[in-house]
């Protein structure tokens, strides 16, 4: 069977002796062994198409060596740990304050409109990459060699991602601890930590209509003074929990107490992960479903509270102005590619682990919609609460409404105290925020503990390969972590929050990945190669979106951000100093740049005119699993070549 050289984009060669590889370079040879175990590019072998006229009879073939991946148990556990990823703190504390801030209801129009346009298509692209490479976020980008940096750049944001995010379930399980008490430590000023200006009740109505006597409240602070007032909760938050110094240079001491929070969700992490997808697969069945228990329980509870109907109306009330300005659409967009996980490599880690044919496709629609369904619904948990918040103080909504650590560590704890049964509330309220942040830290340690070990199958008859690697990955989060135990951890952790594994880096990362599927593999070679897995081509809205819609959404709101880019404050009060903004730009930097230095390093490293290097390093690296899955699939298109059945090759063209 004759084919010419440049028309080829992949060879399959079958079980047979001495069949020779033709390569898309023209040239000819047996594959050599990779580090990998893929099949490599061959260079230098032969002279063109007509060196593989006949079998080579001199050289036996190279065999390459290959390691069954791990599968899921069965289809359930990867639907449920991309839930337990992707559904996570953001859902519950982030969606429902920008829901209110950007109009109510009409932040859906934005928001529905991003999800089929850049949430969605990048979603289902890295869990098809994932499941067509069967490899991590590194070893992935095999299929264009040339951007193997967007894989270290993911590695880069999920590394510190896995970083900071943990000190919310220190947090969390902190405040579930000191939730066992009979008194909340966070509903009375009797503390040793309290200050004079603490006080309980804020009756600020009382001191506009004059109906205290002597205008003092609860005898020691007059309404003059109300205005300096402190709540129990905000003190304990800030000078128990945190014992915040005033700036990011006073570092103060460790507070040992959080200090053995941390380890103690570390564990956790560790023997979650330690023994791969199949242990993971089932813990998170647990982690993933019980938060949505939880959710159910407060919303019942919330609704019969008196307050709640306003604070839902207020939560879901449409303000059509907002619709025309640029804040809203590019909070949507953030909100998306932020709460659906996109950019970090865990759920090209996760779709690695998928049977060939898994239908990825139908998957992505329904684990989005999830996603998206949950932020909506919590939505209505939250305001029902923040309403009879609000009721209770005799103050408007907006008051009480916040967002971030404000919401999940200041509001809400207020509310539970105003509940018949405060610890039980406040208990379950710790214990399903614990559980929404465990699943998606253990998977995200999961997706950078998986593509480290990709990068070196060749050692895997070390046993506890793996044991080891997730140990050192966990040791090195925590030490890192101890600077935000302490008193100006937070001032830390905000940095980490603002610049490593938010808002520009998962967009600029989300931008390259269309670029690089899209542009430099092939949109339509890769709708192909889907169809091949799932026995159907997607629907070509998809490719659209990566070729233009998505790529100009990304780069749209990464240059709103730069242009509209204001300097980090905590707590719109204190700024960061210019050695605190270079910390952080030095953190998004570090994946950001992953990129472009790759590629002009191995532009320059490579041999050739341009147009030579240029095609060697996009050509992809295939892996043994691609001959295993693909070869079936074209023997009938070669069952009439000419050729004995022991001695023939089979070419896998871009369009099949």
Same mark, same amino acid.
């Given at each position: 069977?004759?084919?010419?050289?440049?028309?080829?984009?992949?060879?399959?060669?079958?079980?047979?002796?001495?069949?020779?590889?033709?390569?898309?370079?023209?040239?000819?040879?047996?594959? @050599?062994?990779?580090?990998?175990?893929?099949?490599?590019?061959?260079?230098?072998?032969?002279?063109?198409?007509?060196?593989?006229?006949?079998?080579?009879?001199?050289?036996?073939?190279?065999?390459?060596?290959?390691?069954?991946?791990?599968?899921?148990? +069965?289809?359930?556990?990867?639907?449920?740990?991309?839930?337990?990823?992707?559904?996570?703190?953001?859902? !519950?504390?982030?969606?429902?304050?920008?829901?209110?801030?950007?109009?109510?209801?009409?932040?859906?129009?934005?928001?529905?409109?991003?999800? #089929?346009?850049?949430?969605?298509?990048?979603?289902?692209?890295?869990?098809?990459?994932?499941?067509?490479?069967?490899?991590?976020?590194?070893?992935? $980008?095999?299929?264009?060699?040339?951007?193997?940096?967007?894989?270290?750049?993911?590695?880069?944001?999920?590394?510190?991602?896995?970083?900071?995010?943990?000190?919310?379930?220190?947090?969390?399980?902190?405040?579930?601890?000191?939730?066992?008490?009979?008194?909340?430590?966070?509903?009375?000023?009797?503390?040793?930590?309290?200050?004079?200006?603490?006080?309980?009740?804020? +009756?600020?109505?009382?001191?506009?209509?004059?109906?205290? =006597?002597?205008?003092?409240?609860?005898?020691?602070?007059?309404?003059?003074?109300? %205005?300096?007032?402190?709540?129990?909760?905000?003190?304990?938050?800030?000078?128990?929990?945190?014992?915040?110094?005033?700036?990011?240079?006073?570092?103060?001491?460790?507070? $040992?107490? /959080?200090?053995?929070?941390?380890?103690?969700?570390?564990?956790?992490?560790?023997?979650?992960?330690?023994?791969? !997808?199949?242990?993971?697969?089932?813990?998170?069945? #647990?982690? %993933?479903?019980? *938060?949505?228990?939880?959710?159910?329980?407060?919303?019942?509870?919330?609704?019969?509270?008196?307050?709640?109907?306003?604070?839902?109306?207020?939560?879901?009330?449409?303000?059509?102005?907002?619709? $025309?300005?640029?804040?809203? $659409?590019?909070?949507?967009?953030?909100?998306?590619?932020?709460?659906?996980?996109?950019? /970090?490599?865990?759920?090209?880690?996760?779709?690695?682990?998928?049977?060939?044919?898994?239908?990825?496709?139908?998957?992505? #629609?329904?684990?989005?919609?999830?996603?998206?369904?949950?932020?909506?619904?919590?939505?209505?948990?939250?305001?029902?609460?923040?309403?009879?918040?609000?009721?209770?103080?005799?103050?408007?909504?907006?008051?009480?409404?916040?967002?971030?650590?404000?919401?999940?560590?200041?509001?809400? @704890?207020?509310?539970?105290?105003?509940? *018949?049964?405060?610890?039980?509330? =406040?208990?379950?309220?710790?214990?399903?925020? /614990?559980?929404?942040?465990?699943?998606?830290?253990?998977?995200?340690?999961?997706?950078?503990?998986?593509?480290?070990?990709? &990068?070196?199958?060749?050692?895997?008859?070390?046993?506890?390969? +793996?044991?080891?690697?997730?140990?050192?990955?966990? &040791?090195?989060?925590?030490?890192?972590?101890?600077?935000?135990?302490?008193?100006?951890?937070?001032?830390?952790?905000? /940095?980490?929050?603002?610049?490593?594994?938010?808002?520009?880096? &998962?967009?600029?990362? =989300?931008?390259?990945?269309?670029?690089?599927?899209?542009?430099?593999?092939?949109?339509?070679?890769?709708?192909?190669?889907?169809?091949?897995?799932?026995?159907?081509?997607?629907?070509?809205?998809?490719?659209?979106?990566?070729?233009?819609?998505?790529?100009?959404?990304?780069?749209?709101?990464?240059?709103?951000?730069?242009?509209?880019?204001?300097?980090?404050?905590?707590?719109?009060?204190?700024?960061? @100093?210019?050695?605190?903004?270079?910390?952080?730009?030095?953190?998004? &930097?570090?994946?950001?740049?992953?990129?472009?230095?790759?590629?002009?390093?191995?532009?320059?490293?490579?041999?050739?005119?341009?147009?030579?290097?240029?095609?060697?390093?996009?050509?992809?690296?295939?892996?043994?699993?691609?001959?295993?899955?693909?070869?079936?699939?074209?023997? %009938?298109?070669?069952?009439?070549?000419?050729?004995?059945?022991?001695?023939?090759?089979?070419?896998?063209?871009?369009?099949?």
């Amino acid at each position: 069977m004759e084919k010419s050289a440049s028309s080829c984009s992949l060879v399959l060669l079958e079980e047979t002796k001495k069949t020779p590889l033709l390569h898309p370079n023209g040239a000819c040879g047996y594959p @050599p062994a990779a580090s990998n175990g893929s099949l490599v590019p061959l260079t230098g072998v032969g002279s063109g198409a007509g060196a593989c006229a006949g079998p080579e009879k001199k050289a036996p073939p190279a065999v390459v060596p290959y390691q069954e991946r791990e599968t899921w148990t +069965r289809q359930m556990d990867f639907m449920m740990s991309c839930v337990g990823f992707a559904v996570g703190l953001g859902n !519950v504390w982030r969606f429902p304050y920008l829901c209110y801030k950007n109009g109510g209801g009409v932040f859906l129009i934005p928001y529905m409109l991003i999800v #089929f346009v850049g949430g969605i298509p990048v979603f289902f692209l890295e869990i098809a990459l994932g499941q067509f490479m069967k490899a991590g976020s590194i070893n992935v $980008w095999n299929i264009a060699p040339l951007f193997k940096g967007l894989g270290y750049a993911s590695m880069v944001i999920v590394f510190f991602s896995n970083t900071y995010y943990i000190m919310v379930l220190a947090w969390a399980f902190y405040y579930l601890i000191k939730s066992f008490n009979s008194t909340l430590p966070w509903s009375t000023c009797d503390n040793e930590w309290n200050t004079p200006n603490c006080i309980e009740i804020f +009756r600020h109505q009382d001191c506009i209509n004059g109906s205290l =006597a002597n205008d003092t409240i609860n005898g020691n602070m007059t309404c003059a003074e109300l %205005a300096n007032a402190r709540s129990p909760i905000i003190e304990f938050w800030e000078n128990k929990v945190l014992n915040i110094s005033s700036g990011l240079g006073e570092t103060g001491e460790f507070n $040992w107490e /959080l200090m053995l929070c941390l380890i103690a969700v570390w564990v956790m992490v560790y023997f979650c992960v330690w023994k791969g !997808v199949k242990s993971t697969g089932k813990i998170v069945y #647990f982690t %993933a479903t019980f *938060p949505y228990v939880v959710l159910i329980i407060l919303l019942v509870r919330g609704v019969t509270l008196p307050g709640a109907y306003d604070g839902i109306m207020f939560y879901i009330k449409p303000d059509w102005s907002k619709l $025309w300005e640029a804040q809203v $659409w590019i909070d949507a967009g953030t909100q998306i590619f932020f709460s659906y996980a996109i950019g /970090l490599g865990a759920l090209t880690a996760l779709g690695s682990y998928n049977r060939f044919n898994n239908d990825c496709y139908k998957d992505a #629609f329904v684990l989005a919609m999830i996603n998206s369904g949950t932020s909506f619904f919590a939505g209505f948990v939250v305001f029902s609460i923040l309403g009879f918040m609000a009721n209770e103080q005799g103050v408007h909504i907006s008051q009480v409404a916040e967002s971030g650590p404000g919401l999940a560590f200041i509001a809400y @704890p207020k509310a539970v105290t105003l509940m *018949p049964v405060a610890p039980l509330w =406040a208990a379950l309220f710790f214990f399903m925020l /614990l559980l929404l942040g465990l699943d998606s830290q253990f998977v995200g340690v999961e997706g950078f503990v998986t593509g480290i070990l990709d &990068l070196f199958p060749g050692k895997s008859q070390f046993r506890y390969k +793996r044991e080891i690697s997730v140990a050192v990955c966990c &040791l090195l989060c925590f030490i890192i972590d101890l600077s935000m135990v302490t008193q100006a951890g937070m001032y830390v952790f905000q /940095l980490f929050d603002y610049y490593s594994a938010s808002g520009m880096s &998962l967009l600029w990362q =989300a931008f390259w990945e269309c670029i690089v599927v899209a542009w430099v593999y092939g949109a339509d070679r890769f709708m192909d190669d889907v169809a091949l897995m799932i026995g159907y081509r997607p629907f070509p809205w998809i490719k659209w979106c990566w070729s233009f819609i998505t790529p100009a959404v990304c780069m749209g709101i990464f240059i709103f951000h730069l242009v509209n880019y204001k300097p980090l404050t905590y707590n719109n009060t204190y700024v960061y @100093p210019w050695w605190g903004e270079v910390i952080g730009w030095c953190l998004a &930097l570090s994946s950001m740049l992953c990129i472009p230095v790759s590629i002009l390093y191995k532009l320059v490293s490579a041999k050739g005119t341009f147009k030579e290097r240029w095609a060697h390093l996009t050509t992809p690296v295939w892996g043994h699993h691609h001959l295993e899955y693909m070869a079936p699939d074209l023997r %009938a298109l070669t069952s009439n070549a000419p050729g004995t059945e022991e001695n023939k090759v089979i070419i896998f063209e871009s369009v099949m």
